[in-house]
């Protein structure tokens, strides 16, 4: 029997913003300015519960964080369309060391910072949480508050590690912070390999997993719905050790970071706590399912429903177009690229495809919101319109498509971390690459091949089974496989970068398709070469530069990336 983890919901605790003031910048700022001294904070369990949790609130964000827009919009999957977003700069070349739009240094060293402060003055809880322990109801609240914060001390280890792989996979090695430092001390401290960074990560990972809970699901209150458990902790191990075995980081193709890599991601699957949803389409708005495994949830609001709805619906005001570049990796339901297939017919481009492409994105002649979407040329939600799609596309994934936006109606919304076909396809790629496609590996259950092929056969999905025998053929259908199934989601923009070819990818225009409607009422799709968006790529920006106030305030001790 499988056991559903329903951990998911982070509901962000805004009293701990309150303890401890945001005027931590970057993570060289020493001061602790709080609303209480910190002997305050600690000698209670009420306030040393509520800091623990808002180490939370410094988790990455999702949806519009940059600047109205997703970082899907930096990749090849699609762009903005609005074009005063600083979402631009990550496309048009424009960003650096002095301005970077997605600069996550002193978020997450603030993160590190909050985390470290915790776990450096909770050591002794159970001493400072000692209570009357001589009636009953004493000992009960003793005990449940002792489990209590000796779980967040384990939740808050592991956030610290997910905050550094959060900084590592952008900037490469950094400095590991393993102290509050003194605010009079000086901030001399040089960056770590990305080796040592990913070493340390998951000691501490593998140090706190064994104090964490496995489910919060049926535990006391919905209040514990959203911290960490033991999956989650793994899956972000699974994750980091997949990129430390990736190109860009494992330059001599050492084998054994990949079978660390296959383990890490083996260790999710056998807890058997996991399985992929049955609905592929909701799966992105559903609030608890067995699929999830660590997201972080949302107040209501309609904001990525403004920036998503085709325009033709009153209050949408256009946003994340996906590219005809995404779209075209969608295969056919036969199995083959659009390429390949001798069925597909362009004229008829949305016809027998891989059901996730109108599960993630709206096309033309898509049912929505009660009626036909008209994305050709005089359409309602087409071409001659303000604010209309630039590609000829709207994004689904994510959108509640139930909402009013006349009437201002809201809904929460879940930024998801880690999901189970997350897993199945980084134990596949890992398993490959020592393996190769066929091969179940001693110790382990699945290959690679059956691994994906599970995300394929997903109920309502049901794609074709992928059978290749050589190495460098599947990993090419890995690579596109990760493309569709987790669009939008964050990874394409990273996974490019690892595989060392973002050049490639992110250095290409974006294309678009322009819809013609017939008087017969058909349509005539034509794809043009000219480019919707042109994009800037450089080597370089395989890592993000350190911002230059950081490298400043270290008197040089912190390096630059090459080529900044």
């Not at 950094?174 to 009079?184: A, H, K, T």
């Not at 930024?415 to 396809?425: D, H, K, Q, S, T």
């Not at 974006?510 to 008087?519: A, E, F, L, P």
């Amino acid at each position: 029997m499988i056991i559903v983890n329903n951990m998911k919901r982070l509901f962000l605790l805004l009293i701990a913003t309150g303890l401890l003031v945001s005027c931590e910048k970057s993570f060289l700022d020493r001061r602790i300015d709080t609303n209480y001294s910190l002997e305050q904070v600690f000698n209670s369990v009420g306030t040393m519960r509520d800091f623990g949790l808002g180490v939370y609130t410094q988790l990455p964000e999702g949806f519009d964080r940059i600047d109205g827009a997703l970082l899907a919009a930096a990749s090849d999957e699609a762009v903005h369309a609005w074009p005063g977003s600083n979402i631009q700069r990550l496309v048009n070349g424009s960003w650096g060391e002095f301005y970077n739009p997605d600069d996550q240094w002193g978020r997450n060293y603030a993160g590190i910072r909050k985390a470290t402060i915790f776990l450096e003055n909770s050591i002794d809880y159970r001493q400072i949480l000692f209570r009357d322990t001589i009636t009953e109801a004493g000992r009960n609240n003793y005990i449940n508050d002792v489990n209590d914060i000796g779980w967040l001390r384990a939740e808050t280890q592991v956030l610290r590690a997910f905050f550094y792989f959060e900084l590592i996979k952008r900037y490469g090695g950094v400095p590991i912070i393993e102290e509050v430092l003194d605010p009079q001390d000086a901030p001399l401290l040089p960056r770590n390999t990305f080796d040592e960074c990913v070493s340390y990560i998951t000691k501490e990972i593998d140090a706190a997993a064994p104090r964490l809970r496995s489910t919060w699901k049926g535990f006391q209150s919905d209040r514990y719905l959203g911290r960490l458990t033991t999956g989650a902790a793994l899956a972000l191990k699974a994750r980091v050790l997949l990129y430390a075995a990736s190109p860009q980081h494992n330059t001599t193709a050492d084998p054994a970071k990949w079978e660390a890599a296959a383990e890490a991601a083996h260790e999710v699957i056998s807890l058997n706590q996991y399985q992929l949803a049955t609905n592929y389409g909701e799966l992105f708005r559903a609030v608890d399912n067995s699929e999830i495994i660590f997201e972080r949830r949302y107040p209501a609001t309609n904001s990525l429903e403004r920036a998503s709805y085709p325009v033709g619906f009153d209050g949408a005001q256009g946003g994340t177009n996906p590219s005809q570049n995404l779209v075209d990796a969608y295969e056919t339901v036969n199995g083959l690229s659009i390429q390949q297939d001798t069925d597909f017919d362009p004229q008829k481009p949305y016809e027998n495809r891989d059901p996730r492409l109108q599960m993630s994105i709206i096309v033309n002649g898509s049912g929505y919101k009660g009626r036909t979407v008209e994305l050709w040329s005089g359409g309602i939600d087409g071409r001659g319109r303000p604010r209309t799609t630039e590609t000829g596309y709207y994004m689904k994934k994510f959108v509640d498509e139930g909402l009013d936006l006349v009437l201002n109606r809201t809904s929460t919304h879940n930024w998801i971390y880690f999901r189970y076909a997350e897993v199945l396809l980084n134990y596949a790629e890992a398993v490959n690459e020592v393996y190769g496609p066929d091969v179940v590996p001693a110790g382990l259950t699945l290959s690679a091949q059956e691994a994906v092929n599970q995300v394929r056969d997903r109920n309502g999905v049901q794609m074709p089974e992928i059978n290749v025998s050589e190495k460098e053929a599947f990993r090419l259908r890995i690579q596109n496989e990760r493309r569709v199934e987790l669009a939008f989601e964050e990874h394409r923009f990273w996974d490019v970068r690892r595989w060392q070819i973002a050049e490639q990818a992110l250095g290409q225009s974006i294309r678009g398709v322009q819809i013609n409607r017939n008087t017969d009422g058909s349509f005539t799709y034509i794809y043009p070469t000219q480019a919707v968006q042109m994009r800037v790529y450089d080597r370089k920006m395989d890592l993000y530069p350190i911002p230059r106030v950081e490298v400043d305030k270290s008197e040089g001790i912190i390096s630059q990336n090459t080529g900044w």
